[in-house]
Structure formats: structure tokens, C-alpha cells
């Protein structure tokens, strides 16, 4: 028996030392790391960690401001709370970046043909590059790990990743997901999400389309990320043990600008908890489940993108949109602003958890899309009709 015990705690220090063996790099301060290997770590990454925004600065509804003490107004905001920082090591043939975060490589140089959502799935699947064929289509939460909120327009670090067009940054710089369960406008009930790294938008676009009005691809590989691990406390708060978030369960109920968001989250008390704040635009997109909406086809998958057993989203009134019921759209703590021409950030981001709409209340957008609003009812008009009173859901750690 103690030969067996002895021989089973040999192969277990074979397997960690196989699992944490990666490659020494030197820093910049001359010092060494060691980090594992995108191979060593293949098979075994099963929590879910969300990669920071990388915004720093803070905002009031329009300019630039210094960032608030706590108890003043515009405190709580994303530049104020740091995640996992984004680290990414770029392959010694500059052909794909591997996310050390999130344990996923990317392909560095996207194809740039524009594609119908099957011609990009076949490009993916077929694609060998970097010595791998193990490539596939990202999911929604994947491409969306590796946008990055510090600027904008691009919302990707391009020290990294590559654009797909050259010059001056387009609202084409759009790429493939996965396909939609609903009904768009103009995809109809063939659509498929997309990452728009021009815009910072996530949408639903039609699917079949090709050429000048395709999308993009950038490929992945890896253990499939963003799985959430959802656990109800009891006392209207929920766990993921994924990313390690506790999140309010069902939200605040009624509308508000983003400046009373922000003072919500930061006096709720909740379950002997006061630190709820509210969540930045990734984290709070880590908690929509795209397999539902409420112009899905099955039955059985309509509804808010979120998972229900866990969560209550709000129900907007009848005739707000062209669905009953839909739901409403919900603030995160990062800010936006228009374009490189209309630097002013009178807007925020928020996830659509409903149908996200037009001026006729058609779902335009699809639900769990990720667009921006204006801060408050007085702000300039967005693309799109604007509801600047949106919902809250708080998240803490």
C-alpha cells in the first residue's frame, strides 16, 4: 500500500511540474518570470478570468475629469477598480499572440476578405498557421476578452493584434462570433453576432452576406473561455465561482442616468455587504447568455439573455418595444465617446439584456449586444434612440 501511495505522489509531481513548466523571459528591468505554456496549460484552465478594461481615466458626463473621493459624485466608475491587466506574448514568427490571462492564442493578422459567417467558420477550421490546424471561430465572450477600453477607436491594442483595414480606424473593423437565436432587422432570423474593435460595439449582423458587406475574421485556439459557474447565496446575491464575482440578483428595478447608476451601486447594502459597485463593461458582459432573446424562434429559448434560475431582469412596459415582454438595457461603470472626431465622453456603455432596438423598436441590434448610451436625458443623440434611464446590477469583488 505505501509503494502505491508512494507511486501515485510521484506521477502527481510529474503532472504539476508538467502543468507549470512554461518559458523564462527576461523583463524589462532585467529580472526573469517563468509563465506556462500555452501547451502546458491546454486542458486545464477552467475558471473565467475577466481581462481588465485597461480605462484609467475618469469622466463626469462630458470632459475628462480628476478621479472622485468616495461620497463624491462620478465616484465608482471603471478607472477606479483594477482587474487581471491584460498580458499578451507575441509568437517569435509574429503569426499569433497568446493571451497569458485567459490561456487563448490568437491569430495576430486577421484575414482580411470580408466573409459570410460560414465562409469565416470554414476559414477558421481549415486554417493552419503558426504550426497549429487546431483553429476555430471565437465565441462572443472570447473576441470581446481582448478589447481594450483605454482609448478607443480602436478598441483593441494594436502593439498586439493587427486591424484588418489599413489608414484611418473604420465601423467595418467588424468580426464574426456566433449566430443569433433571434430575429434582427436586418439580418432576419439569419444573424450572427459580431465584435466591432472600430467601434467597441458588439451586435448581430446578417449572416449570409459576403464581400464589401461581410465581416472579418481572427481566429483562436484553446480551451473554450467564458463559462460561468453560477451559485444562488440565498440572499439575493449570486456567485460565480468562475470569475470570482458576486453579483446583485435582481437589479435596481426602475431607470436611471448613469450618475444616480454610479450612487446606487455605491450605497447598495446587500447581504451584510456594502462594497457593491457597479460593474465595468466586461464583467458585466461575462454574465449574458447568448443562447437566449426574446425574438428567439424556439421557444424554449426566449427570454433575456441571462441565465433566469439565477437572475431577474427587469421587464419593460408593454409596447416599449415591438416584444412581449423584453427587457431592459443595464449601465456599466466605462465610459465611451463618439468617435476620434467627438472626443467629449458624454457617453457610457451598456449590455442590452433585451432586444436591443431601433426608433421603431425593432431588434436591430440583438439581444446581448453591448453599445453606448448618453450619460444623462439632456446629452447629444446616439445612434440608434437612446434610453439614458437604463437599470442597474451590482457586482462586488
Known sequence: MKKQILTIGIIAVIAITALFAGCTT??????????????????????????????????????EITCPEEGQAFYGQ???????QPSYTVSSDSLTVYDEVT?????????????SYEEAYEYCESLELGGYDDWRMPTTKE????????????????????????????????YWTEKYVGTTVEGGSDAAFGVNHGTGHIKAYPAKVSGRMGNYVRAVRGDIYGVNDF??????????????????????????????????????????????????????????DYTHAPSASDAANVGPAIDTDFFEITELPSGTTDYTPDYGYYWTSTSA???????????AWYVAFGSSVGNDG????????????????????????????????????
Open 143 to 174: 473576441l470581446f476578452s481582448i478589447s481594450d477600453f483605454s482609448e478607443g477607436w480602436p478598441y483593441l491594442d494594436t502593439t498586439y493584434f493587427d486591424l484588418a483595414e489599413t489608414g484611418s480606424v473604420s465601423k467595418d473593423e467588424q
Open 103 to 115: 490561456g487563448l492564442t490568437w491569430q495576430k493578422t486577421p484575414d482580411t476578405s470580408g466573409l
Open 78 to 84: 471603471d478607472a477606479q477598480f483594477s482587474g487581471n
Open 231 to 288: 451559485t444562488d447565496n440565498g440572499d439575493g446575491t449570486v456567485t460565480d465561482s468562475a470569475t470570482g464575482l458576486m453579483w446583485q440578483n435582481t437589479g435596481s428595478g426602475t431607470g436611471m442616468d448613469w450618475d444616480n447608476a454610479l450612487t446606487y451601486a455605491e450605497n447598495m447594502t446587500l447581504a451584510g455587504y456594502d462594497d457593491w459597485r457597479l460593474p465595468n463593461v466586461k464583467e458585466l458582459q461575462s454574465i449574458v
Open 337 to 347: 465617446y463618439f468617435g476620434k472626431n467627438s472626443p467629449e465622453y458624454y457617453y
Open 26 to 63: 527576461q523583463t524589462e528591468t532585467g529580472e526573469t518570470e517563468t509563465t506556462a505554456s500555452p501547451e502546458a496549460t491546454s486542458g486545464v484552465m477552467e475558471l473565467y478570468p475577466i481581462v481588465d478594461t485597461g480605462q484609467v481615466n475618469c469622466y463626469n458626463n462630458e470632459d
Open 362 to 397: 425593432a431588434d436591430f441590434h440583438g439581444a446581448g449586444a453591448v453599445r453606448f448610451d448618453t450619460k444623462v436625458e439632456d446629452g447629444p443623440l446616439g445612434e440608434g434612440g437612446e434610453r439614458y434611464y437604463n437599470y442597474v446590477l451590482c457586482v462586488r469583488g
